[in-house]
């Protein structure tokens, strides 16, 4: 699971300047012991760039440093190098969290847009619904033909003409 150092860089170099800034921020002035001193703490997911190597990451590993309390965001790669396999395995869980976080927030956005064009589409052809019978009961009122009766909680109403039932109807929801 865990990630090779970029083979563009010396990993020389890259030592260096990790242990370098690690020392800057820790207690000891030991580079053998350094990396003791830091621990997990946490993950976010926010553009920064690492405190020790200087990249572009996303998402963050907070490292602390157990003797002095200083707080570090560091990216994965640093993470693999400078924390102990336990802590980093807890910091790579947290990585995996953002992003399986961050697909189910996809998902939900996709499920909202989704039943918004269902809701959008289910409007429309109740719009067109309502249009046809309308139509239809304007043509009935031309010809003198006999609305329906309407029955509602209220009472029953005869004599109404075929739109007017029709409205009433949307106006009661049955439509």
């Known amino acids: 699971m865990k990630k ?3 083979k563009s860089k010396s990993k020389l170099d890259y030592e260096a ?25 946490s993950t976010i997911e926010i553009p920064n760039n690492c405190n020790l190597c200087g990249h572009k990451i996303r998402n963050n590993v907070i490292i602390r440093n157990k ?6 965001n ?3 790669e640093c993470a693999d190098y400078v924390l102990n396999d336990k802590e980093y395995y807890k910091a790579y869980d947290g990585i995996e969290s953002i992003k399986k976080k961050n697909k189910m927030m996809k998902l939900k ?17 109740r719009e067109r619904k309502i249009k046809n019978l309308m139509d239809i009961a304007k043509d009935r009122d031309k010809r003198g033909l006999p609305s329906e009766v309407l029955m ?8 109404l003409s075929n739109v ?10 049955r439509i």
């Open 164 to 173: 007017e039932v029709l409205k009433r109807k949307i106006a009661l929801g």
């Open 109 to 125: 956005e996709e499920r909202i847009k989704r039943d918004e064009e269902i809701r959008k589409n289910n409007e429309e052809r």
């Open 4 to 6: 090779q150092i970029s």
């Open 152 to 159: 509602t909680k209220d009472g029953v109403y005869h004599g």
């Open 74 to 76: 560091i990216g994965i």
């Open 17 to 41: 300047k990790v242990i370098g800034n690690l020392l800057k921020h820790s207690i000891t002035d030991d580079a053998d012991d350094v990396m003791n001193e830091w621990v997990y703490e």
């Open 67 to 72: 003797i002095n309390g200083k707080i570090l």
